[in-house]
């Protein structure tokens, strides 16, 4: 390794990708507001999800009959994979708010978050997500970017704070016809939001799910470290220096 690499491998606590993966992760079902502790070294939960709105419109996952929200087989997404049910009985202006936030602990912030929301759909009434945005760590409110969008669901506009997920047509349970990927890219975020409604119309039991969220910490540098060995370095390439100058003269 060369010294800078290690100087640079040495000083930042390694940009590690994490996954909350609801194939191996317990959501307590029903349960609004749910912490999850990824990391021992660092105190308390990493990522903590608050679900508000209308929340006594919750109703239980129709494959398992488990209160949501609670992690289930039921929306696979096409992927073959269990995701975070969240059932309610909506009508017009019936929200459910999802709101993740990140440990203040991770000082620098969190980045590459992305998530995909499986069964965006419609039967009767069309379903909605809406009011998507992060939390910068400077307080700033963005957009997400939305991609790779099944055929059940459009986006419109295409950008902005104000850009909505309607779904269209029926999306089979286990098939990714209703599926749209939100992410905040490079951006640097404290945490996210969405918020799921449905069209006109008497109150449906209506579904979507959230697949595994993908978030990377931003690597905090050790100033002090960094500077001792940079001194190290500097020192270090002094000595090599002249060991190759030394060679060649022989
Ligand atoms: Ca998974
Ligand atoms: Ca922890
Ligand atoms: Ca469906
Ligand atoms: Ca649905």
Redesign the pocket.
């Known amino acids: 390794m060369l010294l800078p690499q290690l100087i640079l491998a040495l000083t930042m606590s390694s940009a590690m990708a994490v996954?909350l993966?609801?194939?191996?992760t317990t959501y307590t079902p029903g349960s609004l507001n749910e912490g999850f502790d990824l990391d021992n070294t660092r105190a308390g939960n990493e990522v903590t999800f608050v679900i508000t709105g209308n929340t006594n419109k919750l109703r239980p996952d129709a494959g398992t009959g488990i209160a949501t929200p609670s992690a289930s087989s039921s929306l696979q997404g096409g992927?073959g994979?269990?995701?975070l049910n969240i059932t309610a009985n909506v009508g017009t202006q019936t929200e459910i708010t999802v709101t993740v936030t990140f440990s203040a602990l991770y000082v620098q912030g969190v980045e590459n978050v992305s998530f995909v929301l499986f069964d965006i759909d419609k039967t009767t009434d069309s379903e909605f997500i809406k009011d998507i945005s992060a939390t910068t760590v400077d307080g700033t409110v963005i957009p997400a970017t939305i991609t790779n969008l099944g055929s059940s669901v459009t986006l419109s506009p295409g950008g902005g704070l104000g850009q909505v997920l309607t779904g269209q047509s029926p999306a089979a349970n286990a098939d990714g016809a209703g599926n749209a990927t939100i992410s905040f890219g490079a951006n640097v975020i404290r945490s996210f939001t969405f918020t799921f409604d449905n069209s006109s119309g008497p109150p449906r039991l209506q579904e979507i799910g959230m697949?595994?969220l993908n978030f990377t910490p931003v690597p905090e540098i050790n100033p002090a470290l960094a500077g001792a060995l940079s001194c190290v370095a500097a020192t270090g390439l002094m000595f090599f220096h002249r060991a190759r100058v030394k060679s060649r003269r022989q």
Do not use: E, G, R
């Open positions: 996954v993966d609801w194939d191996t992927l994979q269990n995701s697949h595994d």
